[in-house]
C-alpha cells in the first residue's frame, strides 16, 4: 500500500498539501525558536539617590525560573540573556520596602528598561507584596487579641504562595487563548472545505473542483494541527479533575482528531482513484462520512466551550 | 432602682465584657457571582475558616478560604479564574473586622470589613449583615459588593466582551462560641 502523501509527489508541481503542510510546520518551528533580550534599569530611593547592593530577582512568569543579581554602586542592574517573555522583578534592598514590579515585557529587539524606586520601611503601607501573605499568616498574634491565619488550621500548602504554579497557570491560559482562537478560525476553511466538497465528489468530474477541495481541506488539516498543538502543550496543573463542559469538549477531541487525521488518507486515496477515471470505492468511499462525522465532533466541541470564558 | 440591684447587675455584666471569649466558624458558605451577557456564573466554597476573639468588649474575626476551593461547576473555568485571580501566588482570600460584643444580640450589624485577595487589600464600609441566633450560634447572612477592579483584577471576556466588573460575594456563616 502506497503512503497518501507520496501520491501528490508524482503529479508535475509540488501538491498543495504538501505546501500547506511545509509553510505549517515551518510557522511551529519558528515560533519554537529561543530568542533572548536583556533587562535593565536602576534602583533609587525616595530621594532618587542610587541604592546599591539591592537584590534585583527576575522570575519568568512562563517557567518560573528564577535569576537574581546586585545593583552596582550607581544604583544600576543588568539581565543578560534572559529568554524571551514576560517578568515579574523583586527588589530587596536593607532598609527598604520590598519592591515587586508587575509583568514586564522583554524581548530579543530592544532592550528593557525598568527603574524602581524604593521606600523606606517604616513609612510604607501599601498593598502586601507576594511574600507578605506567607509572613502574615505564619505569625500568630502575640497578644492573642486578634486570630491570625495560623489560629485557623490550614496546611502550608494551602497558604504558601506558589508562583511555580502561577507561571503555570499563566502559560495555560495564554495557550488556551491562542487554542480558542484557532479553533474558531479553522471552522473557516472547515466549512468552505464541506461546501467544496458537494463538487468534488459523486458524479463530478471536475478537476478544479476536486483540486479547490483538496486544498481547503489542507489548510484545514494545518490550522487543525495548530490548534491541537496549543491545547495539547498546554501545561496540565496538578490535581485537577476534570467536570463541566470542558468533559464534553475532551471527549469531542478523541473523535475529530483521529477524524482530522483519517480524513485527508482517505480524501487521498480517493483524490486518486478519481483522478485516474475510476468510480471512488473500498475503503476511499468512507471519505466522506468520516469528514462528516469529523466536523460534527469539532463543531460539538466549539460550541461546549464558547458559550462560556 | 436600689443601689444593692445596680451593683449586682453591674459585677454580673462587667465581667463578661471584659472577659475574653472566642467565636469559631462553624458551616459556610461563600459564592461569589460573575454576570456577563451570555453567561451567569456562581463559584461556591465551603471551605471557609475563621475565629473571632472579644476582648474589652470587642471582638476581632478573621475569615479565610483557599482560592482554589472556589467551584463553578467548570474546571476549566476555574483554573481561568484561578490565573487571573493570581491564585497561586495568594492562595488565600482573608476577610477581617471588628465588632462590639454586644452585636451578637442584634438583628442587623454594619461591618467594616478589610479584604485581602489577589494580593490586594480592599475595605468596605458599613456592609450590611443579617443575624439569627438559634441554639448558641449565630447565623449571619449579606453580600460583600466587591468588584474586580478593587483587586485589580483585568475582567476576563468571553467572544471578546469582558465580563461585568462586580462580583457581589454572597455570604452565609453560622458561627458557634468556642
Known amino acids: 500500500m502506497r ?72 544604583g544600576s542592574y543588568r539581565f543578560d540573556g534572559l529568554k524571551k517573555g514576560s517578568f515579574r522583578l523583586k527588589i530587596e534592598a536593607p532598609g527598604f520596602t520590598t519592591l515587586e514590579t508587575s509583568s514586564v515585557q522583554v524581548d530579543s529587539t530592544e532592550m528593557a528598561v525598568l527603574d524602581a524606586k524604593l521606600q523606606t520601611a517604616e513609612r510604607t503601607s501599601s498593598p502586601p507584596a507576594p511574600t507578605m501573605q506567607e509572613s502574615l499568616p505564619a505569625a500568630p498574634s502575640s497578644s492573642k487579641t486578634e486570630p491570625s491565619l495560623s489560629d485557623l488550621g490550614f496546611s502550608p500548602e494551602q497558604t504558601q504562595a506558589n508562583p511555580k ?40 468530474t471536475s478537476n478544479a473542483d476536486r483540486t479547490a477541495h483538496l486544498v481547503m481541506g489542507a489548510i484545514t488539516g494545518d490550522l487543525y494541527g495548530i490548534t491541537a498543538y496549543y491545547a495539547i502543550r498546554a501545561p496540565r496543573i496538578k490535581g485537577t479533575k476534570t467536570k463541566g463542559p470542558i468533559k464534553f469538549h475532551k471527549t469531542m477531541a478523541w473523535i475529530h482528531g483521529p477524524g482530522m487525521i483519517l480524513t485527508p488518507i482517505l480524501g487521498a486515496l480517493a483524490y486518486d482513484q478519481k483522478s485516474n477515471g475510476e468510480k471512488v470505492h473500498g475503503i476511499a468511499s468512507a471519505h466522506g462520512p468520516v469528514a462528516i462525522v469529523t466536523a460534527g465532533a469539532f463543531g460539538a466541541a466549539l460550541l461546549s466551550v464558547s458559550l462560556k470564558f | 432602682m436600689s443601689k444593692t440591684a445596680l ?108 479584604i485581602e485577595f489577589a494580593g490586594q487589600t480592599t475595605r468596605y464600609r458599613q456592609v450590611p449583615f443579617k443575624l439569627e441566633t438559634q441554639a448558641g450560634e449565630i447565623r449571619i447572612t449579606g453580600i460583600i459588593p466587591a468588584t474586580l477592579p478593587d483587586f485589580k483584577i483585568d475582567p476576563p471576556s468571553l467572544l471578546t466582551i469582558p465580563v461585568k466588573t462586580e462580583i457581589p460575594v454572597r455570604v452565609d456563616m453560622t458561627w458557634r462560641p468556642e
Open chain 1, 3 to 74: 503512503w497518501p502523501i507520496f501520491l501528490y509527489r508524482q503529479s508535475e508541481s509540488p501538491s498543495p498539501l504538501v505546501i500547506c503542510l511545509f509553510v505549517g510546520l515551518t510557522t511551529s518551528l519558528m515560533a519554537q525558536s529561543a530568542e533572548t533580550g536583556v533587562l535593565t534599569g536602576k534602583v533609587t530611593d525616595s530621594s532618587g539617590a542610587a541604592v546599591a547592593n539591592a537584590t534585583v530577582t527576575a522570575t519568568s512568569l512562563d517557567t518560573g525560573q528564577m535569576r537574581s543579581t546586585t545593583t552596582r554602586a550607581d
Open chain 1, 165 to 204: 504554579e502561577q507561571a503555570l497557570l499563566d502559560k495555560r491560559t495564554r495557550m488556551l487563548r491562542i487554542h480558542q482562537r484557532m479553533g474558531l478560525i479553522t471552522t473557516i476553511p472547515l466549512i468552505t472545505t464541506l461546501a467544496l466538497s458537494v463538487n468534488a465528489g459523486g458524479k463530478s
Open chain 2, 7 to 114: 451593683l449586682s447587675l453591674c459585677l454580673l455584666v462587667l465581667p463578661a465584657l471584659a472577659a475574653d471569649q472566642q467565636w469559631i466558624l462553624g458551616q459556610s458558605t461563600l459564592s461569589y457571582h460573575v454576570s456577563h451577557p451570555l453567561h451567569q456564573v456562581d463559584g461556591v466554597s465551603h471551605a471557609a475558616r475563621g475565629k473571632g476573639i472579644c476582648h474589652a468588649g470587642q471582638c476581632d474575626f478573621l475569615i479565610a478560604v483557599p482560592v482554589k476551593s472556589f467551584d463553578s461547576g467548570d474546571s476549566n473555568r476555574d483554573l481561568h479564574m484561578l490565573q487571573v485571580t493570581r491564585g497561586a501566588e495568594f492562595p488565600m482570600v482573608t476577610m477581617r473586622t471588628r465588632l462590639p460584643v454586644s452585636a451578637a444580640t442584634l438583628p442587623m450589624i454594619n461591618a467594616d470589613l478589610e
